[in-house]
Each structure stands twice: as C-alpha cells, then as structure tokens.
C-alpha cells in the first residue's frame, strides 16, 4: 500500500511517498480503509523531532475511512461501516497511508451528513477540546469561557463544543479572523496583536490555553474565584500550580486520548450540526510536504487534510 514515509526527521523535504505492507487487524483492532487524514500540529511537531524514536515511520492519528476487516473480539462495528477516529497518541500513528490499523473504540460511527474530508479534520482537535471542555472543566450553561488560539484547529472547534454547552465565549485571534469566529457563535473577540487579554476580560470560568509559555500564567489572573485553565501543553512550568493555588483557582495539564465516548459525543454534535471543521486546505499523499509546510507555517485558519486517491 502506499503511505507517506520518512526515512529521516528534519523538514517537509523528508517525506516521501512509500510502498510499506498493509496491516492485519489484531485482537479487538479495525483494519481501515483511509479516505482521509488529518494532519495537525502535531504531526509538523512529530515529523521535525525525534520523538516517536528513530525513522523510518509514517505519521497519522486522524482518520476516516471505511472498515475494510475486523480483528477478533470486535462487535461494535462490521466490514463496510463507514467510521472516523483518533489512533492512540503518541505511539499509534499510521493514518497517512491507504489502510491503517487501530483499537476498535477508536473510532465511531461516521455521520453520514459528513463527508470523509470533514470527518477526518475533526478527532484528535475536537476530541482535545471535548476533553479539556467537557471533560476537564465541566463547563456548565453560562459560565464564560476564554478560548486561546480561537481560530486554531483546536480553538475553532472549541468555540463551538463551548457554545454547544451553553458557555459565554470570548476568544483571542488577530482581527482578520474576527468575523470568522463569531460566525462560529464566539461572543466576544479580542486581537491578541493590540489589545493584552488580561486587561480586556475578567470573571472567566474557564480558560482553554494552547499556546503555553507565559500565556498560562497570565490566564490564571482572568479567573474568578474556583476558575480553571485547561493547558492541552502537558509540560510546563513546575511553580503554576502553587501559582494558582494562591489565588484560589487551578491548572489542568492534559494529554489527548483516544476515546470512544468523546468520538460518539463529536458525532453527535456533528450530525446536529453544532460542530464543523474549517477546512484550510486538503492535499493528495504526493502533496503531503505541501500541507506540512503550511502547517509548520501556523498561520492556517482551521484543519488540513490528506486525501487518498
């Protein structure tokens, strides 16, 4: 099967495209027939270093596609369901190839109101922002909720799970992303470039930081009594925690796992139409370093995808 390769870390020059065996399905596994990939941050971040050890690899933790077999113990799905999920992170890349392997909860149901481009744009942002959100901070019908990096993969999805729980949403972004944000139901927008965050809002329930460095720590004086930030950057400072704790609020350090649940949430809201993926741009394998340039670039507004032939 082809499959976007590297033999190397270093730029977008590395990849290549790569003839490597198809996968078999192991106990309680899908095998996946792709139609899509997204590609995020972390995969410009993972293909740059040596984090996942030594090449050769092949990068992918979104996919959508359809089930081409099932491993023994499977009964959630059958050959022939059309699903989208996130593989493990860090260790269980693959999905930037035509056939990929992953545990069976996984992955979801696609929705059919959803095509395989938008399907595959969504898992591993949107189930960072469901996890922080929903899951972390428990945000309930109007408390207010500050969103880093709102028109981001993560941020723009998150405006919308928020807005779907009834949140008060302000978010940060530079002003030529302003309307596009509150096309997405953001209550307020704050230029990040000439205005300082800290001065512009107060009484914030939650903060959802993506951005990391000082900007956590400068979060935390936004916050109203009990409030939290979510840092989906596990590692950080050591000191924030007492930081927060003096004022009476916390930090939440997370790492995204795959989950069945948040997948069956994210569909959910999807095939409501309560969230949708902005598309920046989707590319074929061939073009893969094309879509890494663009997302070492960190200027697109959205999700890039790959697309299978």
Same mark, same amino acid.
């Given at each position: 099967?082809?499959?976007?390769?590297? $033999?190397?870390?270093?730029?977008?020059?590395?990849?290549?495209?790569?003839?490597?065996?198809?996968? @078999?399905?192991?106990?309680?596994?899908?095998?996946?027939?792709?139609?899509?990939?997204?590609?995020?941050?972390?995969?410009?971040?993972?293909?740059?270093?040596?984090?996942?050890?030594?090449?050769?690899? +092949?990068?992918?933790?979104?996919?959508?596609?359809?089930?081409?077999?099932?491993?023994?113990?499977?009964?959630?799905?059958?050959?022939?369901?059309?699903?989208?999920?996130?593989?493990?992170?860090?260790?269980?890349?693959?999905?930037?190839? @035509?056939?990929?392997?992953?545990?069976?909860?996984?992955?979801?149901?696609?929705?059919?109101?959803?095509?395989?481009?938008?399907?595959?744009?969504?898992?591993?942002?949107?189930?960072?922002?469901?996890?922080?959100?929903?899951?972390? !901070?428990?945000?309930?019908?109007?408390?207010?909720?500050?969103?880093?990096? !709102?028109?981001?993969?993560?941020?723009?999805? !998150?405006?919308?799970?928020?807005?779907?729980?009834?949140?008060?949403?302000?978010?940060?972004?530079?002003? !030529?992303?302003?309307?596009?944000?509150?096309?997405?139901?953001?209550?307020?927008?704050?230029?990040?470039? +000439?205005?300082?965050?800290? @001065?512009?809002?107060?009484?914030?329930?939650? &903060?959802?930081?993506?951005?990391?460095?000082?900007?956590?720590?400068?979060?935390?004086?936004?916050?109203?009594?009990?409030?939290?930030?979510?840092?989906?950057?596990?590692?950080?400072?050591?000191?924030? +925690?007492?930081?927060?704790?003096?004022?009476? &609020?916390?930090?939440?350090?997370?790492? &995204? $796992?795959?989950?069945?649940?948040?997948?069956?949430?994210?569909?959910?809201?999807?095939? +409501?139409?309560?969230?949708?993926?902005?598309?920046?741009?989707?590319?074929?394998? @061939?073009?893969?370093?094309?879509?890494?340039?663009?997302?070492?670039?960190?200027?697109?507004?959205?999700?890039?995808?790959?697309?299978?032939?």
């Amino acid at each position: 099967m082809r499959a976007v390769g590297q $033999e190397v870390v270093g730029g977008p020059e590395v990849l290549k495209v790569v003839e490597i065996d198809r996968p @078999e399905p192991g106990y309680s596994q899908l095998l996946v027939r792709v139609h899509a990939a997204g590609l995020n941050p972390a995969d410009c971040k993972h293909r740059a270093l040596r984090l996942l050890g030594d090449a050769p690899h +092949t990068l992918g933790w979104d996919v959508s596609g359809v089930v081409d077999a099932v491993g023994r113990g499977v009964t959630l799905f059958r050959p022939g369901d059309e699903v989208f999920g996130m593989l493990p992170y860090p260790y269980g890349v693959g999905s930037h190839a @035509e056939y990929v392997t992953g545990p069976t909860r996984a992955f979801a149901l696609k929705p059919p109101s959803l095509d395989h481009v938008q399907a595959a744009a969504l898992p591993l942002a949107a189930l960072t922002a469901w996890q922080a959100l929903a899951d972390t !901070a428990d945000i309930r019908p109007g408390q207010r909720v500050l969103i880093h990096a !709102a028109a981001g993969g993560v941020g723009h999805l !998150a405006v919308q799970i928020a807005k779907a729980r009834g949140a008060y949403v302000v978010g940060t972004a530079s002003a !030529a992303k302003h309307d596009f944000l509150r096309s997405l139901g953001a209550d307020e927008v704050i230029d990040y470039r +000439t205005t300082d965050f800290t @001065e512009a809002v107060g009484g914030i329930d939650v &903060v959802l930081d993506t951005l990391g460095g000082d900007n956590c720590r400068r979060s935390l004086g936004v916050l109203r009594r009990g409030g939290v930030v979510v840092s989906v950057l596990s590692l950080g400072q050591p000191d924030l +925690t007492e930081a927060a704790w003096r004022r009476g &609020v916390r930090v939440e350090r997370m790492l &995204v $796992e795959h989950d069945h649940g948040g997948m069956k949430a994210i569909a959910d809201l999807a095939r +409501t139409g309560r969230l949708r993926a902005a598309i920046a741009g989707a590319f074929s394998l @061939e073009d893969a370093a094309r879509a890494h340039e663009l997302g070492d670039s960190r200027r697109t507004t959205g999700k890039l995808v790959l697309v299978m032939r």
